[in-house]
Every structure is written in C-alpha cells, then in structure tokens.
C-alpha cells in the first residue's frame, strides 16, 4: 500500500515537472512532430507527383512546346526551331482536310460510343441472371478486348476484304451484291466503325455488369411483388441507379475512341481520300505516316483532341456535381 502511494506520487510530481511522455494520438499511437508529419506527407506524395510531372505534365508542354515552332526534320534533329506562334494551328485550321477529319471524328465517335453502351448494357442485364454457364459465355465476350489490336484490326480487314472476305461471301449467298467495304468512300468509315464497336461492347459489359451487382436485388423483389413489368424493372430501377456508372463508361468510352487511331490506320489508313480520316488519325499521318514527318502540325491536332476530350471531362464533372446535388 506504502509503495503504491509512493510511485503514485512520483509520477505525479513527475507530471507537475513537465517529464511526463507526449500524449497518445489517435488510435493509441503518439502524435508526430509537425514537422516530421509534414516530410511524412511529402514522402507520400512524391512518387505520384513524379509520376504526373514525367508521364503527364512532361508530355503536355512538350506537345505544346512542338505546336508553336516549325519543327522539320532538320529542326528536329539540330534542335533549333524557329518560332511560328499560332501559325501551325492556322494551318490546321485553313487545311482541305479539317472539316472531313472533324465531321468523320463527330460520326465515328458518337456511333461507336451509342452502340457499344446500348450492346454492353444489354449483355449486361442479360448476364445478370446469373444463368448456367454465363461466366463461361461472359469470358467469350472478352475475348475482343484481350486481343492484340493489331490482331483484331487486321482479322476484321481480311474478313470486310471486297474480293474473298467473309462478309461479302455471306452477303452473295443469300443473293446480295459485292461490297467494296474498304476501298469505297461510302462504306469506308462504316466499316471501322462496325470493327470498333466490337472491340468496345466488352469494356461496357464489364463495367455495366459490375454496376448491376451494386444494385440491391431487394428493390427488384419489391417491384415484382407490386406487379411491375420487366421492362418497367429496367426502366424505373436499372437505368436510374446505373446513372453514375453509366456516365463514367460513356466517358471513359468517349475519350478512348477520340484517339483511336491503330484500327483505322490498319483496316483504311483513313481513307480511301478522307473518307475515314479523324483528327488522331491525321495527327498520326502528320507525324509519322508519310515520308516526310511533319510535327509541328501533328502536335497542334493532338492538342486540339486534349481540348475536346477537357471540355467533356469538364461536362461530366458538372453532371456529377448536379446529381449529386439533386
């Protein structure tokens, strides 16, 4: 009992000296100094930041750095370039083939992202039932997104080939006329649409198909008891909470057909002519596909698709915030 008063009164008068250890944090665990908290942070942070300033903020000014001098060959490789200002995106502008490259962008875009979200939606909702065998008929369908593009591209320009592709053997089976799929102006664009649809429904049966799975089958029973219809189900259950799941998948959709450029290269090299030219693929071609690189108009493409695809990142955020508001 003697003892105990005494070390009770020692650690008193220890704490009265100002001795006492620092004070347990949160968790049990003893604060850090803040300036030992605030290196911790940067610790942390660093490599992320080194990623960003490498991969993205590196590139970026480099991009736009080549959109504004006259970077030839010979500028290229010397490294002096003389400075042209907004002069490149002029050109760009004033070229014979802007207004095909933005009208056949728009088009190839907008159908490719329509169909791969409506085919994507559908195999998901039908997969969701949770049938025999539907994993296994599930991984199938990834099979298109595993493939190398080059591989897919190049299956799909023997399959539309005008002469022995199986397209049009089956076509004149039943009866039907020869399809010039890759050499006409008219079928062109069509045809690397329909291969990029293809190549997209499995990212969107992906994400879809895990958004259904957030989604409390409780609501479904409740609906089927109040004698709700399949199709009123999807409607006023489906569809409504897939929402955010469904605008970050057109998004991400969006921005990854913006800058297709190896299954158009491969199947049409955009054309024949314009037909099938996008402004990635006219960058690309700028750049790289003639024998005469030319950079500097490359680069102002380029940066013209970072704009478009910032404008509807920037649209989303606004509907994010608005719905969650709502």
């Known amino acids: 009992m003697t003892t105990t008063s005494v070390e009770a009164t020692g650690r008193a008068s220890g704490g009265a000296a ?11 665990r003893r604060g850090l100094p803040g300036t030992a908290r605030h ?15 490498v991969f993205y903020a590196y590139p970026l000014w480099r991009n736009i750095e080549l959109s504004v001098h006259d970077y030839t060959v010979r500028a290229f490789v010397q490294g002096d370039p003389a400075f042209a200002g907004f002069e490149k995106y002029a050109e760009v502008f004033a070229s014979d083939a802007f207004p095909a490259a933005l009208v056949n962008t728009a088009v190839f875009t907008l159908v490719s992202i329509a169909f791969q979200y409506a085919i994507g939606l559908a195999l998901a909702v039908f997969f969701h039932a949770n049938f025999r065998l539907s994993g296994v008929l599930r991984a199938l369908f990834l099979v298109p997104w595993l493939l190398p ?18 397209v049009n053997s089956v076509i004149e089976a039943f009866g039907g006329s020869q399809i010039n799929w890759l050499t006409s102006p008219d079928t062109a664009l069509t045809a690397v649409i329909i291969a990029n649809i293809w190549l997209g429904v499995p990212f969107n049966l992906v994400i879809l198909h895990a958004g259904l799975q957030q989604i409390p089958d409780e609501l479904y029973e409740a609906a089927s008891l109040d004698g709700a219809t399949a199709r009123q189900r999807f409607w006023r259950i489906t569809f409504p909470l897939l929402r955010p799941v469904s605008a970050i998948t057109l998004l991400l959709g969006f921005i990854y057909t913006l800058k297709v450029v190896d299954v158009i290269w491969i199947m049409t090299t955009g ?9 990635a693929v006219w960058s690309y071609r700028e750049a790289f596909g003639t024998g005469q690189p030319d950079f500097s108009p490359a680069a102002a493409i ?15 955020l606004r509907m994010q915030r608005d719905w969650e508001k709502s």
């Open 18 to 28: 100002g001795v006492s250890p620092a004070a347990p944090g949160r968790n049990g």
């Open 302 to 316: 380029g940066n013209l698709l970072i704009v478009i695809a910032l404008v509807f990142g920037f649209v989303h």
């Open 149 to 166: 593009l080059i591989v897919s591209s190049s299956t799909w320009a023997w399959m539309l080939n005008s002469d022995n592709g199986i």
């Open 271 to 279: 054309g024949p002519g314009d037909a099938s030219l996008t402004l």
């Open 39 to 53: 290196w911790t942070a940067i610790g942390f942070a660093a490599p992320l930041l080194a990623y960003l300033a």
